[in-house]
């Protein structure tokens, strides 16, 4: 019953974002940033989770953009931003494929784009899991590793990443 609460809270925000999204593109008539963690289970405000979004948020000033709205939450749904951003859209998917590409917590970044027509733009290649490197969805699907496998995967990369600078 618990885990049933708590995908419909995942789903329900889920929809929530897209309305904010979708308001976004009608307002400004221009692209959007929407930005996740991927942190599997059910507590989705951990500390690891609290600094991948930091990074991220980061890594989007850096691009060095107009912007004309963004929020910044953080749900028990977990970490979220929405930015209304003076720019192409696929010159922005560019960069954010860039970023989750480069950056060794950029694997644990969804940055979704959106265009004025209230379109996501995906990625090219499919995402590969934290763990074996095959396609990450199939193998969330398949449910080849544990949530405890995935989480310490995670937080050890977080544990690189801060020695590295």
Known sequence: MKSTNWLTKVLDNRELRQEKQWELCNKYNTTVLSLTINIPGAKKDSSDAKYIYEVALKEIENFGLKVYEKSSTCKDTGYEALW????????????????????????????????????ILSR??????????????????????SIEELLSFISKTVDDYKLSL
């Open 84 to 119: 209304a951003l003076h720019v192409d859209a696929k010159k922005l998917k560019s960069l954010t494929c860039k970023v989750e590409e480069s950056n060794i917590l950029g694997r644990f970044m969804d940055i979704d784009v959106i265009d004025e027509n209230r379109q």
């Open 124 to 145: 090219e290649i499919p995402r590969k899991c934290y763990i074996c490197e095959t396609n990450a969805k199939l193998c969330a699907r398949a449910q080849k590793h």
